[in-house]
């Protein structure tokens, strides 16, 4: 299973982005599936997150009422609408999956984690 985000860059205060991840693999079942973001010298934290699989949805405290995030269960995929951008948004964001993996021969639940993308916003 593989994780892929995409849309990140350097985005001006006030502005927005779109972040995409999409999983690939033999994937039998997306159980949850999330954003977290770290910044220099900071733990990595929850930004939002989809739970058990369905559209039970989380935001970290931050980011409440301007971001808000999807998901295309049919092309497992899951997106990060962000808008009016400050400063302290400036991280790498990750996508994170809880998922249930099928080789054929037998079924595997694990944590799976993208690569990051980088996310900027000058002031």
């Known amino acids: 299973v593989q994780l892929v985000e995409s849309g990140g860059g350097l985005v001006q205060a006030g502005g927005s982005l779109r972040l995409s991840c999409a999983a690939s693999g033999s994937i039998f079942a997306i159980n949850a599936m999330g954003w977290y973001r770290q910044a220099p010298g900071k733990q990595r934290e929850l930004v939002a997150i989809f739970r058990s699989g369905g559209t039970d949805t989380n935001y970290a405290d931050s980011v409440k009422g301007r971001f808000t995030i999807s998901r295309d269960n049919a092309k497992n995929t899951m997106y990060l609408q962000m808008n009016s951008l400050k400063p302290e948004d400036t991280a790498v964001y990750y996508c994170?999956?809880?998922?249930?993996?099928?080789?054929?021969?037998?079924?595997?639940?694990?944590?799976?984690w993208g690569q990051g993308t980088q996310v900027t916003v000058s002031s």
């Open positions: 994170n999956a809880d998922v249930t993996a099928d080789s054929g021969r037998y079924r595997m639940r694990n944590d799976y």
